[in-house]
Structure formats: structure tokens, C-alpha cells
């Protein structure tokens, strides 16, 4: 019986796989977001060239007029800062990624209308719940290690830059948040679709979530313009010194996803304010929304009609 | 003694202040074509999500060929195949891979050679490399059968199986539900309102009002009682008024 229910999850996770795969919305994303983190690690490697090279020519200019030659300020910052984009990229198209895979993981099933067929069949509704999680689950970390092994080849094309254990370390540590976070959108459109009665409300839902999160809560919290969430630097700002700023940052801290994100980014990527450790209101929030989003996901997956199954029914 | 292919017992269903199925006692014998009849809104769809496992009763108790559909619902999954009122498949798989992938949950070791049986069965082999996206309402239909025998079952539930066919399709699936019967002994459970289909299919019927059944009887006997001509569907409008008076 044990063998048989791995094999119904992994007929599920199998057939999901070979479906999610067949969108094309989906390839395209994920090239995108591939495209990007490609981007953003071309990106720092020419940035940091272009400032080498321009140190280089002033460095002979100052000698040769006999001043003295300030330090290479591509040596004083991180290797690790070249990334910055990345959390950008992991924010945007990352999670945008992740809310089209998990709507499209439920959504096949609810559209095609199957879901009586399947639970007829000798399959259990946490099986299926299991089965869809995996993939999505599996899928995002396979996009995750893209971007990580696309860093790990930036480094090791640039002999002249190398990342210390700790600097190593911190890389993982930023895919990992970076993970959390993309999965706690994609899990939340995941359950959304799920439990959604409309096809329009399940993908509307997940992604007016990220919106407010992303642009609406920064501007609320910190009087930051909307649009610097596409700048990595940006969002890092203090909170204004007024009563109002202060009262809705205390409230809003914990559940300022996007803004906590950030800020483990530019602390895990050193381009930002080092505190050690990290904040435990910044790992603390991401953690437990990953959390919340993957028990809602099983959940509303779990309590789907399965009798009825299709979306407006 | 003989086990029931269905046997239900006070098998009630309520969604909220409203009760679809109301205390419905109800047997069927192996290898019989049941024909269940009421008007839209019934209860037959709930009866029928009971019976496959699909919703769970608020009260009373049915067994498929003696297994329990709450406690033993993984053995009776084995049992029974489902042809919904709709029939849904993923449209953008063949039939080949439609019929794979069911085949597949039903835990079945071979499933190749089910799926070529079962199209065989249902005369669609012929579409076994199209996608199912393509097909007409009665080609789904057989899709559908196709599906829901891939795995042998010995009790087949058909919710409105002939809603939206053309006369052809109808006589098709007809002649379908024959062969399944009488050829591979699969005991049929087709729920429908359309009367000149059960009196030509089916051996035995139960008419339910209202959530409850109110007759129950071999429709050979209705036609000796009310002669060949519209039998049942004279004994039909029949208790369907007495019904409505008495309620």
C-alpha cells in the first residue's frame, strides 16, 4: 500500500511536471528570470571592470604628476556587491515566476475539470496535495541553483576576485532567503487557486498581494517612491522622523516582506548596512510567511471540492 | 448469498439548511443496468458523489459490493468507475496520455495494455494519438467510458451520460452501455432524466423527488403493468404528481 501511494504522488508530480512544462507563459518566465541573473552577474563583473580600468588610468596619471594614489575602491567593496541586482531580480521576476507556477499547478486541474476523475482513483487529497507542493517546491529550487551556479561561474571567471568562506557562506544564505521568499508568493497563489471560486480572483489575489507588499507597504512604511523597489539601494532607507511614519513601521514591520528582503539582501550581499547576525524581525518574517503560505497551500488544496473541481462551478 | 453491487441505507446528504438526499435507502443487484430518474435537482448527482467517495454522507451508511464507501473508500476506488455529467479531460493530452494518466492513479502494473483495452472496448483507438481538445461532445463521451473502465471496475456510475449527444451519439452510447453489461458484466448506475433512454437500457429504475426515493421496480414489470408504449414514462409523470401532492 506504502509503494502504491509513492507511486500515485509521484504519477501526479510526474504528469504536473510534464504539464507546467508544456505552458509556454511558464518557459518564459523562467528564461527571463534566467536571462536576468545572467544579467545582473553581467552586470557587476562590468561595472566593477569599468571602475578597475578607469582606477588603473588615474592611478598612472597621479603617479607620473608625483600625488599620491588613493586605494582601488573596487578592492574596498565586497565581491559579493557586484550581485546587488539580484535581489531586485529575485523580487520581481522571482516571485512573479513563482506565483505563475503555482497558479498553474492547480489551475490545469481545476480548467481541465478532473479533479472528480482523480479523486475517484485510488489517490488521497493529501497525496495530491503532496504531489503538487513537490513540484513547485522542486522546480524553484532548481531555478534557485541556476542563479546560484551562475554566480559560483562569475567568480570563478574572475581569478582576480575570490569569495572568503564566510563571503561563500552568506551567498547560500541569500539564495535561501531568496527561495523563502519567492515560494511564499508561489505557495499563496498555489492555495489561492485552490480554494478561488473564479479563475480571475485565484492568479488576482497572489499578485495584488506581491503589489501592495512590493510597492504600496514601502511607501507607507518609509515614504518610499513606489519605484524604488527596481533599485537595490533605495529601499534601504531609514524611516522618516515623524509620528505617523513611526506608528505605521512598528505595525507593518513584520509582515514588510519586501523591505525585510532587501534588507537581508544588502546585509548577506554586502552592499548594504552590516548588522550581525541578522535581524531576527527580517529572517523571523520571511521564515514564518513561508511557513503560513505552505500550511495555507496544503490546506486549501486538502479542502478543495473535489466533487466539483472546476473553476465558476 | 449474493453481495449487493450497491447497497445504501438511510443515506442522507445535507449542505447546509438544504437536504439534497433525504434518508435514501436504495439497492442494486450485481450485473443489473440501474437507471435512476428525477428531475433536475433531485439528488441524484449527490446520491452518485456519495456512492463513488467523493463527498462523504452527513448520515447513513453504503457499501459497493461490501465495502464501506466512508471507511473503506480505497477498496471501493478499486471497484467503481465515474463517467461525469461533463465529461473533463486534459485537453492538451491525447487520448493515449488522458487515458495513462487515470490509469496510472489506479495503480495498475500494466498500463499500456489497459489503455489499449479499454479504447479497444469503446471503438477508439483510432484517436488514440488526439488530442482530446478536438474532439466532439459524444467522442469525449467515449473518451470519457474509456477512462472510466481502463482499470476493470466491476460497478460503473454514469451521471447524465446521454445529456448533450445527438440522436446518433445517444444510440452509440446505448449500444456501449449493452456491451459493457452484458459482454464484461459491469453492473451500470446511470443517473438521467431521460426516460425513453432508461426504458431501453435499463433492466431496473428508482425515481427520486425531492432527495427522496419514491418507487423502485424492474422496468420489465412497469411495461406488463402499463403495457411497452411510454411505460415508464407514464409510471414517471405518475408518481412524480402523486409525489408533489402528497409533499
Known amino acids: 500500500m506504502a509503494a502504491l501511494r509513492l507511486s500515485a504522488t509521484s504519477h501526479i508530480a510526474t504528469h504536473s511536471l510534464k504539464t507546467l512544462f508544456g ?22 563583473w562590468s561595472a566593477n571592470t569599468t571602475v578597475d580600468a578607469i582606477y588603473t588610468d588615474a592611478k598612472q596619471y597621479l603617479l607620473k604628476a608625483g600625488n599620491p594614489v588613493p586605494p582601488n575602491p573596487v578592492m574596498d567593496s565586497s565581491p559579493l556587491s557586484m550581485l546587488r541586482n539580484l535581489s531586485v ?10 506565483i505563475v507556477m503555482g497558479y498553474q499547478l492547480i489551475a490545469e486541474d481545476r480548467k481541465s475539470g478532473v479533479l472528480p476523475l482523480i479523486a475517484t482513483r485510488l489517490t488521497s487529497r493529501r497525496e495530491y496535495a503532496c504531489a503538487k507542493v513537490g513540484v513547485f517546491s522542486g522546480v524553484l529550487a532548481l531555478l534557485t541553483l541556476i542563479s546560484l551556479l551562475v554566480c559560483g561561474l562569475v567568480f570563478v571567471c574572475l581569478p582576480s576576485i575570490s569569495l572568503s568562506g564566510s563571503q561563500l557562506r552568506q551567498l547560500f544564505e541569500f539564495h535561501f532567503f531568496a527561495y523563502a521568499y519567492m515560494a511564499t508568493f508561489g505557495l499563496f497563489a498555489m492555495g489561492c487557486t485552490a480554494f478561488a471560486k473564479k479563475q480571475s480572483i485565484a492568479l488576482l489575489t497572489p499578485i495584488s498581494l506581491w503589489l501592495i507588499i512590493t510597492f504600496i507597504l514601502p511607501s507607507l512604511m518609509a515614504n518610499v517612491n513606489p519605484t524604488a523597489a527596481i533599485n537595490p539601494i533605495s529601499t534601504l532607507v531609514p524611516v522618516p522622523d515623524s509620528a505617523f511614519f513611526t506608528i505605521v513601521h512598528g505595525y507593518l514591520a513584520p509582515i514588510a516582506l519586501a523591505q525585510n528582503f532587501d534588507a537581508i539582501s544588502a546585509q548577506l550581499l554586502e552592499y548594504g548596512p552590516i548588522l550581525s547576525p541578522l535581524p531576527v524581525i527580517q529572517w523571523g518574517s520571511l521564515i514564518c510567511a513561508f511557513t503560513l503560505s505552505a500550511l495555507f497551500a496544503v490546506e486549501a488544496i486538502g479542502r478543495m471540492r473535489m466533487e466539483k473541481g472546476a473553476f465558476n462551478e | 448469498m449474493t453481495i449487493s453491487a450497491i447497497d445504501a441505507k438511510s443515506l442522507t ?16 443487484s450485481q450485473g443489473e443496468v440501474f437507471g435512476f430518474l428525477g428531475h433536475n435537482g433531485a439528488g441524484k448527482t449527490s446520491t452518485i458523489h456519495m456512492l463513488t467517495t467523493l463527498v462523504k454522507p452527513s448520515s447513513g451508511k453504503a457499501h459497493i459490493f461490501g465495502e464501506s464507501v466512508t471507511a473503506n473508500a480505497g477498496e471501493v476506488k478499486k471497484l467503481i468507475g465515474y463517467v461525469p455529467e461533463n465529461v473533463r479531460l486534459y485537453d492538451s493530452l491525447t487520448t493515449r496520455e488522458n487515458l495513462r494518466f487515470f490509469a496510472g492513479l489506479s495503480g495498475i502494473e500494466s498500463p499500456d495494455d489497459h489503455v489499449n483495452n479499454a479504447m479497444a472496448i469503446v471503438g477508439i483507438s483510432e484517436l488514440a494519438n488526439k488530442r482530446v481538445g478536438q474532439f466532439s461532445k459524444g467522442m469525449r463521451q467515449r473518451v470519457g467510458l474509456a477512462q472510466a473502465i481502463v482499470h476493470q471496475p466491476k460497478l460503473l456510475f454514469l451521471d447524465e451520460p446521454a445529456s448533450g449527444l445527438d440522436p446518433m451519439g445517444i444510440k452509440m452510447l446505448r449500444g456501449l452501455i449493452e456491451k459493457l453489461n452484458q459482454d464484461l ?15 431501453k437500457t435499463c433492466s431496473s429504475i428508482g425515481v427520486l423527488n425531492k432527495g427522496q426515493m419514491i418507487f423502485k421496480g424492474e422496468v420489465s414489470e412497469v411495461k406488463a403493468l402499463l403495457g411497452e408504449e411510454n411505460a415508464v414514462e407514464d409510471l414517471y409523470l405518475d408518481i412524480q404528481k402523486r409525489s408533489e401532492e402528497v409533499m
Open chain 2, 185 to 199: 458484466g459491469i453492473t451500470i448506475f446511470m443517473n438521467t432524466h431521460l426516460i425513453s433512454e432508461v426504458s
Open chain 2, 13 to 28: 446528504q445535507k449542505f447546509g439548511n438544504h437536504i439534497a438526499v433525504n434518508n435514501l435507502t436504495l439497492n442494486v
Open chain 1, 89 to 98: 531580480y529575485f523580487g520581481l521576476i522571482g516571485v512573479l515566476v513563482a
Open chain 1, 23 to 44: 505552458e509556454k507563459t511558464v518557459w518564459l518566465f523562467i528564461l527571463l528570470f534566467t536571462v536576468l541573473v545572467v544579467l545582473s552577474a553581467y552586470l557587476g
